[in-house]
């Protein structure tokens, strides 16, 4: 219980992340007189600076309302799975966690009631209640297991919340690439080389940043 959390919270980041763009989108008009390229390339500036806004704002919003919805705004349908999941298995531990909790708070009231040692009157009402092993074990264990699994409530509603927070990051960043071109033609490729001079074979890294085609 310790380190699930955090291993949850790592592949929950790992997976959900976008590649980084490389480089804008660039649209030559050579074949256009110049004053109509100019509004052109105006208009699409404009659109690049407000499109990307508005669609990371849908999408924040519609995932802030309902998870997953902002990944399917984005066409990105395979990440809702992984929303649910991560959310899903967050609140059913939140939920495992306050039936344990209450259960080791009943056994810990019922063995102090039931104690001659730390009441005047003793009601072993509630004791008889409790399963064996909350008879076996002394009440100063019983508290400790109930204030540690209060902890892991804490825990559970702050990763419930961070995952949440997350899909909400994902699908605005997500919605932000959209106009990002990310195509093959910029990576780094790694590719053999021969160096003439010296007569031998090597590895050569080289990495495109894109090509203007004319039309």
């Known amino acids: 219980m310790k380190y699930f959390f955090p291993i949850l919270f790592f592949l929950f980041a790992i997976v959900c992340s976008s590649p980084l763009p490389a480089q804008e989108k660039v649209n030559n008009t050579d074949s256009v007189p110049e004053q109509t390229a100019r509004k052109k390339d105006s208009i699409k500036s404009t659109d690049s600076v407000t499109s990307p806004v508005n669609h990371a704002r849908k999408a924040a919003l519609r995932s802030a309302i309902l998870p997953g919805w902002g990944q399917a705004y984005n066409k990105k349908y395979w990440k809702i799975p992984i929303v649910y999941a991560a959310l899903g298995t967050t609140g ?8 344990t909790y209450r259960e080791y708070r009943f056994a810990y009231a019922a063995r102090i ?36 699994f209060r902890r892991y409530i ?7 919340i961070v995952f949440w927070g997350l ?4 699908a605005t960043v997500d919605a932000h690439l959209r106009e990002f071109d990310i195509s093959p033609d910029l990576s780094l490729k790694i590719k053999p080389s021969v160096n003439p001079q010296w007569n031998t074979a090597g590895v050569s890294l080289v990495f495109n940043i894109g090509k203007n085609h004319s039309k």
């Open 92 to 99: 059913y531990i939140f939920a495992d966690n306050i039936k």
């Open 154 to 160: 804490d825990y559970s509603v702050l990763f419930f």
């Open 167 to 170: 899909n909400v990051v994902d």
């Open 113 to 148: 009631k039931a104690d001659p040692n730390y009441t005047r009157t003793p009601d072993s009402t509630d004791y008889n209640k409790l399963k064996q092993i909350y008879k076996i074990i002394s009440p100063e264990s019983i508290k400790s297991a109930r204030d540690e």
